[in-house]
Every structure is written in C-alpha cells, then in structure tokens.
C-alpha cells in the first residue's frame, strides 16, 4: 500500500510541475500560431522573429523548427534553414516534410562532400534508430515493459502449460525489447542533448591547420555545411567532413546544432 | 685511242656473253680515269637484266663519299635492241695521291648477290696552279661563325651568326646546307631572305659582307652541341693560267673559267651546362633574369561582376617557351582560360621584353576569395642560382547582388536533360496543427509520464499476484479441512451405525454406513454431497490411483448398504460384515491415499 502511495504522489507531482510553466506555454503557442499567420501573409520576416522568441523562451518542437526553416528558406539563408530542419528533424527522424525540404535546401550548398564508405550494418542501424525519435523508442521502450509484466502475471498465475509457455515467451521478449529499445531512446537522447555537430553559417570559411589565425589554409567550405566537431580550444572548433578531412574553424562562423 | 676503261667495258660484255647463262650486267663507269686531289669523281654502276633491290656500295679506303646515292632507270637503243639499265650514281673524293682500284659493289637479284666489275683510279697531286687557285680563293671568299657565348646554361640564349666576307665576284651562289641547330629551339633574327651585301673595310681592305643567317638559340639538352657548318656552293671566274703573273681575277683579256669552289663555315661547338642541383617544384624551365608581378585589378566587387588576375613576367631569357600558370580558382568563381600578350622584342640579338597572362574571373558568391600562392621559379645566369618570386597574399571581397548568375540558379538541377524539367521547386509548407510545442531539454525518455507508465505494470502485476495468492490460500484451506474431517466424520457416523446395529435397527444402520461411506468420499474428493453417486466415488477413487481390489469393495459395500435391507436371512450377521467391511473400506482408502 505504501509503494501505490509512493507512485500515486510521483504521478501527481508531474502535472503539478507543468502547471508552473503552463502559462508561458499557452503564450508560446499564442505566439506560434501568430508566427504561422505572418508566414501566410508571405510576411517571412516578422515570422521568423516569432519563431525565434518562441525558442527564446525555451520551448522547441519539431514542427516550430520546421516553421522556422521555411522562413529562413524564403529568405533565402538556406545555411539557417538547413540548420532548421536537422534541428526538427532530430527531435523527430521520421518528419518527411523536413526532409524534403532539407533536401531542396541543401542544394545551395557548393561543397559536394563524399561520404566515407561505412560497412552496410552501419547504415541498417542508423536507418532503424532514425525510424522513431526518442518518444518514440520510449513508447515501444514502455510497451516491452506491459509485455513483460504480462508475461510474468501468466507464468505465475497460470496452472495450463500453454498459458505458461506464452508467458516465458513474453518474459524474455519483453525483457530483451525493453533494454533494446530503451537503449536506443538513451542514445538518441545523449545524441539530442550533445549532437557535436554544426552547420557552416559564413559564406565561405578558409579551414586551418591549428587552432590560430596565422596557420596555414587548408581548405574552403562554405555556408550550409555539416561539419562534425571533435574538439574546441578557445575560440577555435576542430571541424570534421564526412569525407575524414580535418581542421580548425572559428565558432563564429558555424551554427552549432 | 683506247682506254683503259674501254677495255674493261669490252671485257665486261665478253664475260657477259661467254657466261650465257648470266643474263645480267652490273659495271661501273667514272667520268674520270684521272683526278687531281681535292676534285671529285662521279662513279655511275649500272645494272641491266633484273630488278636489283640491295645496292651495297664499294667499300671505300682511299676515297671519301662526297654525296648520296642517287638511283635511277635508263632505257637505250642500240642497233635497234632495247635495253634498259638501273643507275646508281654517287660522287667520291680522293683522300691521297697514288693508284687505287675501287672494289666491287653488290646487288641482289632474285635472292642471288651479284658484284659488279671493278675500277681503278689514278690521283694526282694538285697541280701547282690548282692549289693557288684555292688558295686565293680561300683568302678572299669565307663564312665566319660568331656565337655570343660557347658554354651556357641549359636554357641560355645565345645569338649565332653567319657572315660571308668576300673579295672575288661569283657567278653563282647556292645555298647547299644550312644549319639544322639540333638540340636548340631557335629564334630566327635573319636568313637568306634577308641576306644583303654591303662593304665593309677589315684591317684596310675592302670587303663585301653580307649575314647569311642570325639566330637566336636555346638549348633543350646538355652535354657538347655541335652547330653545323653552313656550306655555299659557288662559281668563281679564274683566268686560265698563261702568260706572265697577273692578278687571277683580272679580267682584263681574261680567258676565264668558273671555277668550281665550295664554301663552308667551321663547325661550332656549344657546351651546355645542366642547371645545377636544388631545382625549386615549380621551377617554370626560364633561365635568364626576370622580374614577376602577379596582381588584381581590384578587391572589392560584387556577385556578377568580372575580375582580372594579371600575372607579369619581364626580364632576359626564354620567355616564349614558359606556359601558363595553372591556376586553382577557389569554388564559387566562374573562370576563363589565360589569355597570353606578349611585349617581347629580339633587338640587339637578346629575347627580351615581357610577357602578362590575363585571368578572367567572374564570382557567383559572395564571401571572401583567397587565390592560391602565385610563384615564379627561374635560374639566374648572373647570381648562377635558382631565384623563387611568390605572391601569396591575393584577396578579394565580394559583396551581394541583386543579379542572377550562373551555376546559382542551376542548382534546381535542370542541366540533367534525362531528368523531368521541373519548373519550380518549393519546399513543403509550414505545419499549422498539433503544435506540440515542449521545453528545450525535456526528453520523453526519463519524463515522469515515461517512468510512471514503466512502473505501472510491475505495480499491478504486485498487486494481482498479491491478491490472487491469497485466494487461492484460501480455497486450498476449505478443502484441506474438509479432507482432514473426512475420517472423523466417517468415524462419528460409523460409530452411529454402531449404535444403531446394537440397537439391531437394520434400516437405520445401512442409511447411516451409507452416508458415512458418501460421506467420506465425497469430503475426501471434493465432490458436493448432492451429486454423489456410485459411479462418481468409483470414478474418484480411480482418479486417484486407488488399488483395484479398494475399488472393487467400495463398490461391493455400496452395493450392499442399498440392498442388504431387503436380504433374507440374518440382519444381525449381515449388519456386522457391512459394518466390517465399511471400516476396512474406509481405513484402506484412508491409509494408501497417505503414502
């Protein structure tokens, strides 16, 4: 009795939490749907400094950034939309609105960057972990769980075999599901909060050896790239390509995601 | 008179007609029999009667070739007889005074070799007259050779010139061999076209002068370059030797004849010098002394507009033999091929000038452009090292325009002509509903809906296992005790009947063992009492693996309770065997269901 009062005081404390923040919430959305009738007066710019504040305010979701990737898009600074869209489509992978336009946007970029041959399990997992974004893996994450508790509810209650049986089965999928795929939302989550990755802002940024302004060029990329990051010293990123080259780029000249 | 060679010819046909089978003839000819030292023979080998295909000529010791081979075909009629003869003709030059036989040439005819007869020559030494002529002539007609510098760097120009000084007329003048200069590239300055005669006065003598040929050369391979001579064949009017010694070329009453008189120029020897070790990467091939500019024509420019990247060279040397600067354009420049203007001028026998190539560069982006180092590698000829010119610092701004350009717009990648020619693309529109907007950081996983919704199948699972175990204690406690109070309720009615048969009451004793019997069996086995039969108990005992012959007294005993009443005979004996029988039953099944 005393574990249900436990769980039934945690359950409660959520929506208590949230009402503090509710009334900023409702002005947030206020402020969306102010945004996304701007846009529809093709009014891109008074928009795309809604959206901004919303963001400001500390809220996200996939569709707010997807909004303000078409504003920037209409405004033609494809580098921020393509920044945009990878934000939206981070918070949620299956979002193929975003990914059209991520497409189209990343047409503006010059540097056409080869991508280092990986073995093709490599590609099979990235697809499946891009299949749900992290609610996504936690609603399954939660289902293999009700599986399991389901499972063990018919191995322990049940006398026929069968109804036994079913529930070893269930037992062992719902366990090894849940691990699977609650370690796949852990992933992706650790990845959201910390992507180390950036989009190139500059219109063309000259790469460095080392981390100082009179080293030596190494090469040029230009505005809406993506580029890895690897380390930071100072004022200085080290950028890695998707083709393996390396370099040192200032922050300022990049957007990270 | 009859010479020499007429004999041998004679004896030639002689062989050729005592050999009947031998239907060919190969003999030799010479213009002369008797030749002076420093003339020339011309010696003409003919074959009649087949096709020859080898020609091999005469080995020769004491002659020297003095031209090629030339072959020909002739075709004469004699006394009415065609015949038809292949020519080889070729001229030789005596080396030394005395008689010499000239050996056989050979031919192949049809697979066989044949030689030809042979020849002899008699030379004589100059005739006094002669060797004046020469000399004479040698004094007043020659071609000089100058060249600016005999040992050069590879790549160092020199000016070569040939000069003819001359004191005599000349009937004739031909060009016979003119200088092939191989192993140079060469700049020509003047040539025969140019060629003019002037005066000219040397050491107090009066001379006509005239440049056959100036060059200027670059040489393309080291080592020792051997410049061939330039050869003029000429006719030069001498008196015929007579009376008195008069000037050879006074033609005062002059009885003259053209004599014969081939002029060349010694032959020059360049030494060229490799360039030395340490040679820079981008060492362009110029040698000489240059100067090197590379520059824009300005730095701040908008989208659209053209720029132009100039790259000056100026200076001594080989400046026609450097290419253009491969230049490496950053992306987002539209670029054109070098366009090449040269200033070079070859007066006073030195290439120099300068030479600009012009890069047009149109930008499609905005953003800052760096060009790639622009450098200059030469060899100096005065320092005699390598000198490195570098231009590193090439930068341009280009600023936003409103004008459409280029490969910008071609992004919607409409060049493919196989794909659909999409007219417009545009991107998806905006999302209007389920605005699910959330905080920055908040994540699904790990939410409290998250944990709560893991938590809540274990919780329940806990609380139906708790509620279900307990149940089920339950129903397991009813019949355990209904199990335990079987033999005691068995027992208290048995002891009933017991009574009952004291009493000698029959019909109440075998209702009561009855009911003691179903009873029993119907706690033991959980059957309700209402539902009892005989089958049933029976059915029951099998079910639990009684002994057969439990069973079959069971039954017995049942059988016995219904029908015992209505038995003849002793009801006292009879009640005391069911009585009997009823505890034996009982403590049986009793006893064998507790192992």
């Known amino acids: ?257 | 008179m009859v010479s020499k060679a007429h004999i041998l010819w004679l004896f030639s046909i002689l062989l050729s007609f005592g050999a009947a089978a031998q239907e060919y003839r190969f003999y030799v000819q010479a213009d002369k029999k008797k030749v002076s030292l420093g003339r020339r023979v011309q010696l003409t080998y003919k074959f009649q009667g087949g096709t020859p295909t080898d020609f091999t000529p005469p080995q020769l010791k004491n002659f020297s070739f003095t031209s090629a081979i030339s072959q020909g075909y002739e075709t004469r009629t004699v006394n009415g007889r065609m015949s038809k003869a292949y020519t080889f003709q070729f001229t030789v030059k005596p080396k030394s005074v005395g008689q010499f036989t000239i050996p056989p040439a050979r031919v192949t005819v049809d697979g066989r070799e044949l030689e030809s007869d042979e020849i002899t020559i008699k030379v004589i030494d100059k005739t006094d007259e002669e060797r004046d002529i020469q000399e004479q002539i040698a004094e007043n007609l020659y071609i000089k050779v100058y060249a600016s510098k005999t040992e050069v760097y590879l790549g160092e120009q020199i000016k070569v010139t040939f000069k003819l000084y001359k004191r005599v007329d000349l009937t004739a003048l031909d060009y016979k061999s003119i200088p092939s200069y191989d192993g140079f590239w060469k700049e020509v300055l003047s040539d025969k076209k140019d060629f003019q005669l002037q005066n000219e006065v040397i050491d107090g003598i009066q001379y006509q002068t005239g440049i056959l040929e100036s060059v200027i050369l670059f040489p393309q391979k080291s080592g020792e370059l051997v410049i061939d001579p330039y050869v003029l064949h000429t006719k030069v009017p001498v008196r015929k030797q007579g009376r008195g010694r008069r000037s050879f070329f006074d033609d005062f009453f002059g009885n003259y004849v053209n004599y014969e008189y081939d002029l060349s120029s010694p032959i020059l020897k360049i030494r060229v010098k490799p360039l030395p070790a340490g040679k820079p990467g981008d060492f362009s091939g110029l040698v000489g002394k240059f100067g090197f500019e590379a520059d824009l024509t300005t730095t701040q420019l908008e989208v659209g507009d053209p720029i132009t990247l100039n790259i000056i060279i100026r200076g001594e040397g080989n400046l026609k033999l450097l290419k253009p600067w491969d230049v490496e354009f950053p992306t987002g420049i539209e670029d054109h091929p070098a366009q090449t203007h040269d200033k070079i001028t070859t007066s006073g026998g030195v290439m120099r000038g300068s030479r600009r190539y012009e890069y047009l560069m149109v930008p499609y982006r905005d953003g800052i452009f760096k060009l790639p180092p622009i450098s200059l590698s030469y060899f100096d000829i005065e320092k005699e090292e390598y000198v490195t010119f570098s231009n590193a610092n090439l930068q341009f701004q280009v600023g936003k325009s409103d004008k459409v350009i280029g490969p910008a717009t071609s992004a919607n990648g409409s060049e493919n002509p196989d794909e659909i020619n999409v007219l417009n693309e545009d991107i998806e529109f905006i999302k209007f509903n389920d605005l699910q907007l959330h905080k920055k950081g908040y994540s699904p996983f790990g939410s409290t809906k998250h944990l709560a919704l893991s938590i809540t199948p274990f919780v329940l699972l806990l609380l139906t296992m708790f509620f279900y175990r307990r149940k089920e204690a339950e129903e397991l406690d009813v019949v355990g005790t209904k199990k335990k109070k079987a033999t005691t309720v068995a027992q208290k009615k048995l002891k009933a009947a017991k009574e009952l048969m004291n009493q000698n009451n029959s019909d109440a004793f075998f209702d009561e063992v009855a009911t003691a019997v179903f009873g029993y069996l119907s706690d033991k086995y959980a059957i309700s009492y209402a539902d009892m039969s005989k089958e049933r108990a029976l059915d029951a005992l099998e079910r639990d693996q009684q002994p057969e012959e439990y069973i079959s007294m069971t039954g017995a005993l049942i059988d016995e309770c219904g029908f015992a009443r209505f038995a003849p005979g002793n009801q006292a004996e009879l009640m005391k065997t069911v009585y009997d029988k009823a505890v034996q039953v009982i403590s049986n099944i009793e006893s064998s269901s507790k192992k």
């Open chain 1, 1 to 257: 009795m005393r574990l249900v009062l436990i769980i039934s005081i945690f359950l409660l404390s959520g929506p208590m939490r949230l009402a503090a923040s509710e009334l900023s919430l409702k002005e947030a959305l206020d402020s969306f749907k102010a945004a996304n009738e701007l846009y529809q007066d093709s009014e891109f710019r008074a928009a795309l400094f809604r959206y901004r504040s919303i963001l400001e305010k500390g809220f996200e979701s996939a569709d707010l950034y997807f909004n303000l990737g078409n504003a920037h898009y209409k405004l033609e600074n494809y580098a921020m939309s393509i920044w945009s869209y990878e934000k939206s489509l981070m918070l949620e992978p299956g979002f193929s609105e975003a990914k059209t336009n991520l497409e189209l946007a990343n047409k503006s970029v010059v540097d056409k960057v080869q991508d280092l041959p990986r073995i093709v399990w490599w590609h099979y997992w990235q697809r499946l972990k891009s299949i749900f974004g992290v609610g996504g893996w936690t609603t399954l994450s939660i289902i293999m769980l009700w599986l399991l508790a389901a499972g063990g509810f018919l191995l322990l209650t049940q006398k026929i075999h069968i109804l036994k049986r079913i529930g070893v089965y269930l037992v062992i999928f719902g366990f090894s599901g849940a691990i699977f795929t609650g370690g796949i939302a852990i992933n992706k989550k650790m990845h959201l909060n910390n992507p180390n990755a950036a989009i190139i802002t500059s219109s063309n940024v000259y790469v460095k050896s080392a981390p100082e302004e009179n080293s030596a060029d190494l090469y040029v990329i230009h505005s809406g790239l993506k580029v890895a990051l690897t380390d930071e010293i100072g004022d200085w990123l080290k950028i890695q390509l998707a083709d393996g080259k390396t370099g040192w780029v200032l922050k300022k000249e990049m957007k990270g995601l």
